[in-house]
DNA sequence: GATTTGACTACTA
DNA sequence: GTAGTAGCCAAAT
């Protein structure tokens, strides 16, 4: 890989690839990216991720909560973002997280 | 170069 | 069951 590639990078591009009607955490990005445990570099990472084509709605925590919603330009524009791929979302939080739950780990590592 | 922060996660009380 | 704390690593100040 370019090292001159920043960390940001590699979130970035894991987070484009996550498909339509699909979510995934902080922390699975940060383990595919190798920093497992470092959820938090993944929302680091997403706090730049404005000025970037990345679709930062499609990342939320382990729980399924929208927790980055207050980062959006609206309120419940994150949650309509969703809503709007099929997926199903209820007071910040994503119903049936486990079903549009994608792992990089799982679906990228064959 | 040291300190602070950050859209998290998991454990412990 | 709820609350608080510690641990993670990298970028920004």
Known sequence: M???????????????????GRVTSYGAIAKYLGTAGSARMVGWAMNSSHTKDVPAHRVVNRKGILTGKHHFDGTNLMQQLLENEGIVVIDNQIQEFDRFFWDPNHELST
């Open 2 to 20: 370019d090292t001159k590639t920043g960390f940001f990078e590699r979130v970035y591009e894991v987070v484009r690839l996550i498909p339509e």
